[in-house]
């Protein structure tokens, strides 16, 4: 689906497909640096980052390995709180690996400082984060998110891979949805 798809529903485009790629691709080029004969283990966070994982993991000149995680949070609906269940585990141990975890978003990074403790308590040999976007709300949790695509404002976006109701989420580039839609 093209941003042109679906005009009336977004208030305003942020990134077009092209930027986001663009922007994809030098974070791949830093990780085939970074991680140059370490076979990083990506871990991927259902259901948003499918895009950026299959984007990322394709623009990476070095091997890799693939792993998925799902995990529901319990919050007031609207925002996450931080206290974390696990749907679905990793298949792969991640004991002496050097994990880099895939976000679609980091919003109030709740949900990433669960995940990186979590972790950490598997004996990993690093960790790091690489997260599409960011909101200003994820300062207040101190992730760090070593590769960023973009700083994005706190309005309600969907696209590559974030939804609203479900839909949205196959729209190549992301926007700002517009209130009538969900008002
Ligand atoms: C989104 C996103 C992150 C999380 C970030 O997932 O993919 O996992 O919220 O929020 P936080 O920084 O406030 O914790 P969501 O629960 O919407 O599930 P989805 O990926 O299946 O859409």
């Not at 693939?66 to 298949?91: F, H, P």
């Not at 002496?96 to 979590?118: K, S």
Request: hydrophobic share 40%; net charge negative; aromatic share 8%.
């Amino acid at each position: 689906m093209n941003l042109d798809d679906v005009p009336d529903d977004l208030s305003a485009v942020l990134f077009t497909e092209e930027q986001i790629t663009t922007r994809i691709r030098e974070l791949a080029a830093r990780i085939d640096q970074d991680y140059a004969d370490r076979n990083p283990l990506m871990v991927g966070i259902l259901n948003g980052a499918v895009m950026i994982m299959a984007d990322l993991s394709r623009a990476l000149s070095i091997h890799c390995e693939m792993d998925w995680m799902a995990i529901s949070s319990y919050g007031s609906g609207v925002s996450s709180s931080g206290v974390v269940r696990i749907l679905k585990d990793m298949n792969t141990s991640v004991v002496g690996r050097h994990v880099l975890i895939v976000e679609d978003i980091v919003d109030t990074g709740l949900t990433l400082a669960y995940l990186i403790e979590n972790l950490k308590s598997r004996n990993p040999a690093s960790i790091e984060v690489c997260a599409g976007f960011r909101k200003p709300e994820a300062q207040r949790n101190e992730v760090e998110v070593k590769y960023l695509g973009f700083d994005i404002p706190s309005d309600f976006v969907v696209g590559y891979g974030l939804d609203y109701a479900g839909r949205y989420r196959n729209l190549r580039g992301l926007g700002i949805l517009s209130p009538s839609v969900y008002s």
